[in-house]
């Protein structure tokens, strides 16, 4: 273990995120445990990746990290997407699948983005 904390962070955007969890988030009791080279961040509340704060206030500087895998089909990329030279999308089971395809859905006008492809003349 490398370190406990009480998870507590000032968000340091000022975009959609701050608006929904305020500017002061608490995860909850955090623990960060190293393994190797291998960092891990456990946090009692389930809290998404939305700012980059949330890993500097646990001690890891996202900018210097090889590799970040965060659990979110989509609250990561305002945050993440400016410091990655590439980001993987690992489609895993859960109410909030990246692939739209695996929603049953009934009453949806079709065609629709991003669920339909569609012709450069469209």
């Not at 988030?25 to 960060?32: D, F, Q």
């Not at 456990?42 to 646990?58: F, I, M, N």
């Not at 900018?63 to 965060?70: L, T």
């Amino acid at each position: 273990m490398e370190r406990l904390t009480d998870g507590r962070f000032t968000v340091e955007g000022n975009d959609h995120f701050a608006n929904i969890y305020g500017r002061q988030v608490e995860m909850g009791r955090c623990a960060l445990l190293r393994c190797g080279g291998i960092h891990l961040l456990l946090t009692e509340r389930k809290t998404p990746p939305g700012d980059l704060a949330q890993l500097r206030s646990q001690g890891i500087a996202p900018e210097a990290m090889k590799i970040i895998v965060v659990k979110s089909p989509v609250a990561f990329r305002k945050a993440y997407a400016p410091i990655a030279a590439e980001i993987l999308e690992v489609d895993t089971p859960g109410i909030c699948a990246a692939n739209l395809h695996h929603f049953p859905y009934r009453k949806l006008r079709r065609p629709i983005f991003p669920l339909d492809d569609f012709d450069d003349d469209q």
